[in-house]
């Protein structure tokens, strides 16, 4: 990911935009996230206490890094070397047991 800006901005302060692709975007699914890899989240309880489960939070940011670094991957592979406008959606389907992540951002040619 060192090579590649990744960005929630439209713009690269104190950047020039040469160029920019189609819109990339990746996902992830978790099955059985509440159990994933023998890690059990308690996050109804930490929430119902009024505290932040870790567990949680330390799955969610590998899931998230996870979905960032594909973004990335698919920049770099069309020759970009910025990703920009960068935006995120998470959902638990508690039915299935399933944390859903999903992004995209717009990949760019800045100097």
């Known amino acids: 990911m060192a090579n590649v800006i990744v960005s929630t ?3 690269v302060p104190g950047r020039q935009i040469t160029v920019c692709g189609d819109v990339v975007t990746a996902s ?3 099955p059985q996230f509440m159990a ?3 890690r059990v989240v308690s996050t109804f309880s930490a929430v119902f206490h009024g505290g932040k ?3 949680y939070g330390s799955l969610l940011g590998d899931y998230t890094n996870n979905v960032i670094q594909d973004l990335v991957n698919q920049a770099e592979s069309k020759g970009f070397n910025a990703l920009l ?3 995120f959606s998470h959902t ?3 039915t299935n047991d399933a944390l ?4 995209y951002a717009t990949p760019c040619s800045v100097r």
């Open 9 to 11: 901005l439209e713009t």
């Open 28 to 30: 992830f699914i978790s």
């Open 36 to 38: 994933n890899g023998g």
């Open 53 to 55: 489960d870790k567990a």
């Open 85 to 87: 406008g960068l935006r």
């Open 92 to 94: 638990y389907v508690q």
């Open 100 to 103: 859903i992540i999903v992004a």
